[in-house]
């Protein structure tokens, strides 16, 4: 099984590369894990939310794995319970997939790559720092 997380942002603490790495390789050998990081959109003059979104939107297109199940974390997914989850991994492992979870920038993700994803996931009612959510 692959898992790719693509995540807008591109300097994080030490600390979360750490916590990344570590957990990375808990996976063991029947797991290929990756974590790429998309450029996020420079905001300021002439740049609003919305084209900074599409910007960064064209650079998560690029970035997904050719045929890989689709997940985006965002705050009005569902939030699978640990057995939900498990059950969720056992089958995408048993299946052969690559999976592809999607960690958007600051301003979120636009509705239309959410709308291209398998499954939108919540990890947590909180509004968790994107360094925390790369470790979870």
Known sequence: ?????????????????????????????????????????????????????????KRILEAIPQGAFLIVLDERGKAPTSVELAEHLKS?????????????GADGMTDRLKQQARMMMRLSSLTLPHGMVRVL
Do not use: S
């Open 92 to 104: 995408w492992q048993q299946n052969g997939e690559h999976v592809c979870f999607v960690i958007g």
């Open 1 to 57: 099984m692959n898992i790719t997380v693509l995540a807008v942002g591109t300097k994080m603490p030490r600390w979360v590369d750490e916590a990344v790495g570590e957990y990375a390789k808990r996976f063991g050998r029947d797991v290929a894990y990756t974590l790429k990081e998309i450029k996020p959109e420079k905001r300021g003059a002439g740049v609003n939310a919305a084209q900074g979104m599409a910007a960064e939107e």
